[in-house]
């Protein structure tokens, strides 16, 4: 999930390696690629996205 000014963007079935020490995910170089060309198409307004519904919270500490 990526928040994009006041939408939020959900892309589904990324894989990932995660750490096992943090949680980090991190991605291979074509899943990264693939990822900015999903985003490129959100900014230009040419991804046809379903609505989801989301709530958002802030963690304070």
Same mark, same amino acid.
């Given at each position: @999930? +990526?928040?994009?000014?006041?939408? !939020?963007?959900?892309?589904? %079935?990324? &894989?990932?390696? !995660?750490?096992?020490?943090?949680? %980090?995910?991190?991605?291979? &170089?074509?899943?990264?690629?693939?990822?900015? +060309?999903? @985003?490129?198409?959100?900014?230009?307004?040419?991804?046809?996205?379903?609505? !989801?519904?989301?709530? /958002?919270? /802030?963690?304070? !500490?």
């Amino acid at each position: @999930m +990526v928040k994009v000014e006041d939408e !939020i963007i959900s892309i589904e %079935e990324v &894989p990932a390696y !995660i750490c096992d020490d943090c949680g %980090e995910a991190y991605f291979t &170089p074509e899943v990264s690629r693939k990822i900015d +060309v999903v @985003m490129k198409k959100f900014h230009q307004g040419k991804l046809l996205a379903r609505p !989801i519904p989301a709530g /958002e919270v /802030e963690l304070t !500490i």
